[in-house]
C-alpha cells in the first residue's frame, strides 16, 4: 500500500505543494522512482515527456512497465500507472522530444522547478538553457552504476549544468545504442563493445549484446547448455558468416520475438 507523505508535512509546505507545477523529463530508471515520489509528496500537477517507447530490457529496473507495456511510449504508460497512486493527479503525458521547439520558454516559464531524468548530456543541456532563460529552477539527477547524484541549479543563486567543464560522454546506455540510436557516436561504441566481446577482454558490466549467454551447446548427455557468444565463436573457429548472421540477423530477431 502507497503511504502518502503529505500529511507528515507542515501546512505551508503542503499548501506549496498543491500549488506548484513539475515538468519531468524523461520516464525511464530515475524518472519513474520521481514520479512516484512526487505524486506520494502530494504534487498533483506534473508534466511528463518521454521521447522512447518501452523495451523489455527496461523492466528490470523501471517498475512503473510491465510486460504488456512493451512498445507503448513511456511517458504515457507512465502516467496511466502512477495514476493508481494518486488518482487525483493532474499528470498530462507527452510522447515526444524535449529539444522540439515548441517547447520554448514560454512552455517552460508556467512551471514551478523542472526536474531532469535525462541520460545523455545534450538533452541536460538543452533544459539547462531553457530553465534559466525562463528563471526557474533545475532539478538535474543523474546515476553512474551504483551511484545517484542529484544537483539544484537557480539562476543567480547556483552555477549552472554547463557552467563547469565536463568530461565527454564516455558511457552510453545499452538500450540506447542498442535500440535508438541517434548520433554516429552510438554505432561506433556498439562495434567497439562487439569486438571486445569477441576478440578483446571480456567485461559483463560493459557487454550491450541481447545475448551474453543465449547460445546453446550439446553436452555429452543429451542436453543444451548456455554458453557465452565467445565461445560460441570459438566452436565455429570464428567463421565470418555464421558470425555475421548472428550479430545482424538472428539477435534482431531474437529480441524482436522477446518483445512480441
Sequence with gaps: MAVHVEGLLEKSV???IKNSKILVVGAGGIGCELLKNLVLTGFEDLYVIDLDTIELSNLNRQFLFHKQHIGRPKAIVAKESVLRFNPNANITADHDSITNTKYNVEFFRQFSAVANALDNVGARSHVNRMCLAA???????????????????KKKLTECFECLPRKPQKTYPGCTIRNTPSEPVHCIVWAKHLF??????????????????????ENTDGNFVRISTREWAKSTNYDP???FKKLFNSDILHSILLEI
Design 14 to 16: 503542503n499548501e506549496k
Design 135 to 153: 528563471d526557474i529552477p533545475l532539478i538535474e539527477s543523474g546515476t553512474s552504476g551504483y551511484l545517484g547524484q542529484v544537483t539544484v541549479y
Design 196 to 217: 571486445n566481446q569477441l576478440f578483446g577482454e571480456s567485461d559483463i558490466d560493459e557487454d550491450v549484446s541481447p545475448d551474453m549467454a543465449d547460445q546453446r551447446a
Design 241 to 243: 558468416e555464421k558470425i
